[in-house]
């Protein structure tokens, strides 16, 4: 039997030019790193925010729109791991921040103004439990989370603590 040289060498350059395809695909910069966890976070009340990953690595996301940046020097995360994102913001007249908190598997993230002084709001970060006997997926998210508050922040500083899954 003999085979046509032109045929081999057609299929040869039709099965490469798949693969490259595939390939290109696979290092797409668009990834489940960025996308919604699990349809959960709750999202600021004037707008979403939407998450970026910039060349540093670390996930960043960009405040809704009218949203404000609370200051590097009113914002103590000295609680929180070194790695664990810092950026809060206001939102809704100084009345809601916008923050980042961390879930991983199964569990969601909360978090709650715990104590508001006339100085200071503190805010626990936490997540819920998995249940128990469930399988979970060993990632870990930063979801953005709006934390409403009684009062307008202010000048106030904002403490951010991370409390054990609840």
């Known amino acids: 039997m003999r085979y046509s040289t032109k045929l081999i060498g057609t299929t040869r350059l039709a099965g490469a030019a798949l693969v490259l395809t595939m390939a290109a695909a696979c ?13 959960t ?23 809704p729109a009218g949203a ?8 103590d995360g000295a609680a929180l791991p070194k790695t664990f994102p810092k950026e809060v913001y ?14 991983g598997g199964c569990g969601h993230a909360l978090g709650s103004a715990v104590e508001q002084s006339a100085q200071r709001v503190v805010v626990d970060l936490s997540e819920t439990k998995a249940q128990t006997g469930q399988m979970c997926t060993m990632d870990l998210r930063h979801p953005v989370i ?9 000048e106030r500083t904002v403490v951010l603590k991370q409390s054990p899954p609840r």
Do not use: H, I, W, Y
Request: no cysteine; aromatic share 2%.
């Open 27 to 39: 290092g797409s910069p668009t990834s489940m790193a960025n996308a919604p966890a699990s349809g």
């Open 41 to 63: 976070e709750t999202a600021p009340a004037s707008g979403s925010a939407s998450t970026s990953v910039p060349p540093s690595g670390k996930p960043q996301f960009n405040p």
């Open 68 to 75: 404000v940046r609370v200051p590097d020097n009113r914002v």
């Open 90 to 103: 206001t939102d809704s007249g100084g009345k809601v921040l916008v923050v980042r908190a961390e879930e």
């Open 146 to 154: 709006s934390v409403p508050l009684e009062a307008a922040l202010g």
